[in-house]
Nanobody, 119 residues
Framework: QVQLVESGGGLVQAGGSLRVSCAAS????????VGWFRQTPRKEREFVAA????????SYADFVKGRFTISRDSAKNTVYLQMNSLTPEDTAGYYC????????????WGQGTQVTVSS
């Protein structure tokens, strides 16, 4: 099993930046990819970004438009999402999830961290 713990959320002003973290533990050798998703009460959960656990290859949702960067610190088993030029539309609960080998679903999820962007 894999445990994921998000942190780093908070309140920021529009145009500001925030970095959220996803610390992985447990059976991390089974991880293929780690993704960030976000959820609001009025919107469907949506994909934000993902990174290969071993190959560090990244993918992003189109709406990020170069504002967000996903990265991994292998020494800490931690995945980061650096969010710049934040807007109120970015306000959401941010969740990380892990997809194990063989490739399939994101089976492991963290508890989420809240990001609120004020105007």
């Amino acid at each position: 099993q894999v445990q994921l713990v998000e942190s780093g959320g908070g309140l920021v002003q529009a145009g500001g930046s925030l970095r959220v973290s996803c610390a992985a533990s447990g059976g991390t050798s089974s991880i293929d990819r780690v993704g960030w998703f976000r959820q609001t009460p009025r919107k469907e959960r949506e994909f934000v970004a993902a990174i290969g656990w071993r190959d560090y290859r990244t993918s992003y949702a189109d709406f990020v438009k170069g504002r967000f960067t996903i990265s991994r610190d292998s020494a800490k088993n931690t995945v980061y999402l650096q969010m710049n030029s934040l807007t109120p539309e970015d306000t959401a609960g941010y969740y990380c999830a892990a997809k194990p080998f063989p490739r399939g679903r994101y089976d492991y999820w963290g508890q989420g961290t809240q990001v609120t962007v004020s105007s």
